[in-house]
């Protein structure tokens, strides 16, 4: 079992910064990528930035310019620098990994419990 914990998340006016992380826990055998999905009202999670394990980068539209994924593999951490945050980036952030934990043969997706950021106008 791999378990992700989230933190960072709050309250900030537009224009400001928040930095998010999370570390990754348990039997972990492999990291592949690594993760930030955005939960708006609705339960719908929407891709904000994924890292691979060979650094390649992947951002949503809406964040490009403004938000830098980065990782620590020693730590087995990631993290989500946001900067000029906006109304519209308001939300739960949910934290993923996809790997492989030393007590099953398969890789899978793990997923945190979200930290809410709120961004006020």
């Known amino acids: 079992q791999v378990q992700l914990a989230e933190s960072g998340g709050g309250l900030v006016q537009a224009g400001g910064s928040l930095r998010l992380s999370c570390a990754a826990s348990g039997s972990i055998f492999r990291i592949n990528n690594m993760g930030w999905y955005r939960q708006g009202p609705g339960i719908q999670r929407d891709l904000v930035a994924l890292?691979?394990?060979?650094?390649?980068?992947n951002y949503a539209d809406s964040v490009k310019g403004r938000f830098t994924i980065s990782r620590d593999n020693g730590k087995n951490t990631v993290y989500l620098q946001m900067n000029s945050l906006k109304p519209e980036d308001t939300g739960v952030y949910h934290c993923t990994a996809r790997g492989k934990s030393t007590a099953v043969a398969y890789d899978m997706d793990y997923w945190g419990k979200g930290t809410l950021v709120t961004v006020s106008s």
């Open positions: 890292i691979n394990s060979d650094g390649t980068t």
